[in-house]
């Protein structure tokens, strides 16, 4: 559980609005914005497609909170990037502007605790798997320092729900820019 650490850093190869950048980080938001930052397995899967959809249509939602949306997935960024070219409606992922980062050596997944598959590590340090290593689905909410304030993980199979996530983004914010706290079912005036 990552709750009430800094979040993991990461430098990678993202695709980001039609391009692939070689060194985004999650540094860069530090100190500037929240970062609600998602896992999903792979790119052309009907819910991670149905996921990215979602959030990339309340994009503006998350914008107008103050908050970076990132995503990132076992695929690499070129992955990405070929989905990004497939329209929606054949499940691609034409026209998601916010990042999505390639994670193809597992290690930004490994690092949050995501990665999903039997693996370990033989004698001469080499990594054994037994079955496919892709991420869980899984979300971040992560403050202007760098801490990691709340977590959600789910099986591959149930997606999220962003009006939730949006709450818990407001509920973040709520705390930290007026000093009080949040009661359960808590939801913004």
């Known amino acids: 559980m990552l709750v009430g650490q800094q979040a993991p850093n990461f430098v990678g ?17 530090r100190d500037k914005r929240y970062v609600f930052l ?8 009907a819910i991670c497609q149905s996921e990215l959809v979602a959030f990339q249509e309340r994009l503006a939602d998350f914008e107008s909170r103050d908050t970076a949306l990132v995503a990132c ?14 329209p929606q409606n054949e499940g691609g992922l034409q026209g998601i502007t916010f990042p999505i980062i390639g994670d193809a050596n597992k290690t930004i997944a490994t690092n949050y605790g995501v990665l999903s598959g039997e ?5 001469a340090g080499f990594l054994e798997a037994s ?3 892709i991420s869980l689905r899984a979300s971040f909410l992560i403050d ?7 977590e959600s993980i789910n099986f591959f199979t149930i997606g999220r729900n962003v009006d939730e996530a949006l709450r818990m983004v407001d509920a973040l914010r709520h705390v930290q820019e007026n000093g009080a706290v949040c ?3 808590w939801k913004p005036a």
């Open 131 to 133: 079955n496919e290593m």
């Open 13 to 29: 190869r993202a695709f980001i609005n039609g391009e692939i950048v070689s060194d985004f980080s999650l540094e860069s938001f």
């Open 73 to 86: 997935s076992t695929d690499t960024a070129d992955v990405h990037a070929g989905a990004a070219k497939v």
């Open 38 to 45: 998602i896992f999903y397995p792979k790119d052309f899967t």
């Open 144 to 150: 202007k320092s760098g801490m990691v304030q709340h």
């Open 119 to 123: 693996y370990e590590y033989d004698e």
């Open 183 to 185: 009661m359960a079912n």
